[in-house]
């Protein structure tokens, strides 16, 4: 699985990076979160989908 965040669309309330934050990291200087493991381990692959899923914009793009 592999995962990144379109910008366009990130509104900046971090909490990817709550859910989890083996692979989401808060950006304060940009305030949006960044992607730190484009390719999610297998252990992180349920709480990313939960990310994705609560991401209220969508900004957050899963890729199977």
Known sequence: MKVRID???CMG???CSKVCPE???YDDD???S???Q???PA???DDVRRAAAEC???AIVVEE
């Open 7 to 9: 910008y366009d669309l």
């Open 34 to 36: 960044r992607v730190t």
């Open 43 to 45: 252990q992180y692959e």
């Open 13 to 15: 309330d971090g909490n």
């Open 30 to 32: 940009q305030m949006v």
């Open 56 to 58: 209220a914009p969508g």
């Open 38 to 40: 484009e390719e999610v």
């Open 23 to 25: 692979v989401f990291a």
